[in-house]
């Protein structure tokens, strides 16, 4: 049967079983909607940086969609005196999209990807300011299912700078946005996504 909008994977052999991140979408929707390639802008927050544990994650898309997440069940021994003091505070200004195990979460994070990646004419680029940011988007794929040739190929790490004046850009976002966290993953996320697209380094 002939289907305008039908999808092919990029990689169904080694996509997790009922994944879709990276759908390429062909026909009369493809044309008309799906015409770029998806970004999303991703922030985590964790225990420590000697002995990191993820407890949340943003993501927040290009047309503004996004997710949060917590780690329901993270070790707060395990948690430095910042994290304890700048960190949990935030952690429930807003409602998660899934707050479960480390597991759990890492299939709902999945799943919501592959939502995302379904108005995406190419494979959607996960973007990330430092390498523990990195590291814990890493460990939250490979839960989820991803092969590791997957995660290297669409992470991006991408610092922010002064030189291109991104860090004065998430400066601003956050003075325009008083009612935003810093040390919130999603806050943060947003911030992050507003200093690289008001540079335009994101394209492509």
């Known amino acids: 049967m002939h289907d305008d909008n039908r999808c ?10 009922g994944f879709q991140f990276g759908m390429q979408c062909h026909g009369r929707r493809s044309r008309q909607a799906w015409h770029h390639r998806m970004n999303l802008y991703i922030d985590t927050e964790f225990t420590s940086l000697s002995d990191p544990r993820l407890i949340s994650i943003g ?5 503004g969609r996004s997710f949060y997440g917590i780690v329901g069940d993270f070790p707060q021994s395990a948690c ?3 994290v304890r003091e700048q960190v949990l505070p935030w952690l429930d200004l807003h409602a998660a999209d899934a707050s479960a195990s ?15 990646s379904a108005t995406s004419a ?3 680029r996960l973007f990330v300011d430092d390498e523990a940011d990195l590291e814990m988007l890493r460990q939250l794929l490979r839960k989820g299912g991803w092969m590791p040739v997957d ?11 002064s030189a291109n004046d991104a860090l004065p850009a998430l400066e601003r976002w956050f003075n325009e946005n008083p009612g935003r966290c810093r040390h919130n993953a999603l806050d943060d996320a947003w911030a992050y996504r507003h200093a690289i697209t ?7």
């Open 122 to 124: 190419r494979p959607c």
């Open 102 to 116: 480390f597991e759990v979460l890492a299939w709902r994070f999945r799943d919501w990807l592959a939502e995302v």
């Open 80 to 82: 430095t005196r910042f």
């Open 198 to 204: 008001s540079n335009g380094t994101s394209d492509a």
């Open 8 to 17: 092919f994977l990029p990689w169904q052999g080694s996509a997790p079983s």
């Open 59 to 63: 993501a927040v898309t290009d047309d």
């Open 151 to 161: 995660i290297e190929a669409y992470c991006v790490l991408h610092p922010l700078s």
